[in-house]
C-alpha cells in the first residue's frame, strides 16, 4: 500500500471535518509547532522513506509552541475514538531551552489534564519516545527535537539544520538562524537535491523520529 500523506488545518477547517474526514484515516499523526516544520519533516519523510511504508500519516502546523501543547492534549483525550491512530511524532524547536526542559513541558502539560503517560525513554540527545495510556488504548508518542548545538547561537531551531544542510556560513553574533534561512522553500529544494545519507545525519532526528513509529 502506498503512502498517505494528510494536511490538517485547524484553524481553517471545521472540527467535524478534522475529527471524521482525516484524523479517523490518520496511522501516524505529525505535529508541527509551525509551518516550517510540517514542510520540511515532509520532504525528509518523502526523501528517506515515501512510499515504502504502509500508514497514512497527518502533518499539521499547529502555529506555536503552545498549540502543539493544546492539540496533543485533544488527540491524547481522543484516542479512544481514533482507533486507527498508533503513533504521535511532536517537532518542536529548542529554542533557548535544553531539549530535556522542552520534553518535560509537552509531557507535564498533557499530564495536567489527567492524562496517564510512561517513564520518557531517550533514545538520542534530541528524540524521546513514551506512551500515552487513555480510553483503554495505549498511543506511541515520539517527540523530536530541532537544533544543531554546535551552532552558537543563543537559541536553536530546525534552521539550524538547514544551515548545515546547505552549508551557509553565519556570523557569530546572531540570535538564531531563522535570521539567516528567511525562505524554508530553499531548505526543502535542497532536502530534494541533496545525496540520501547527507539529508539523513543533517535531519537524524526526524529520521530517527519516524523509523520508531513506522516499526509499529
Known amino acids: 500500500m502506498a503512502t498517505g500523506i494528510l494536511q490538517l488545518k485547524p484553524r481553517e477547517e471545521s472540527f467535524y471535518r478534522i475529527l471524521f474526514e482525516k484524523l479517523m484515516k490518520i496511522d501516524i499523526t505529525v505535529l508541527g509547532e509551525g509551518q516550517s516544520d510540517v514542510e520540511v519533516s515532509k520532504a525528509v519523510f518523502n526523501k528517506l522513506i515515501g512510499a515504502s511504508n504502509r500508514f497514512v500519516i497527518g502533518f499539521t502546523d499547529c502555529e506555536g509552541f503552545r498549540n502543539v501543547e493544546y492539540m496533543a492534549k485533544v488527540i491524547a483525550r481522543l484516542v479512544g475514538l481514533l482507533r486507527k491512530l498508533k503513533g504521535m511524532i511532536i ?8 531539549t530535556e526542559a522542552r520534553v518535560k513541558g509537552i509531557v507535564d502539560s498533557l499530564k495536567s489534564i489527567g492524562i496517564v ?3 520518557v525513554k531517550t533514545h538520542s540527545e534530541q528524540v524521546f519516545e513514551t506512551e500515552i495510556h487513555s480510553n483503554d488504548r495505549i498511543l506511541k508518542l515520539i517527540i523530536a527535537v530541532n537544533g544543531d ?7 536553536h531551531a530546525l534552521e539550524d539544520h538547514c544551515i548545515k544542510l546547505m552549508k551557509i556560513p553565519i556570523q557569530s553574533n546572531i540570535d538564531s538562524t531563522k535570521q539567516v534561512v528567511k525562505d524554508i522553500t530553499e531548505c526543502v529544494k535542497s532536502i530534494d537535491t541533496m545525496p540520501e545519507d547527507l539529508v539523513k545525519n543533517t535531519f537524524k532526528h526526524l529520521y530517527t523520529a519516524f523509523q520508531l513509529l513506522l516499526k509499529l
Open 149 to 155: 548545538f554546535t551552532i552558537s547561537t543563543r537559541k
Open 91 to 98: 517537532i518542536v524547536d529548542a529554542d533557548e531551552y535544553t
Open 117 to 119: 503517560i510512561e517513564d
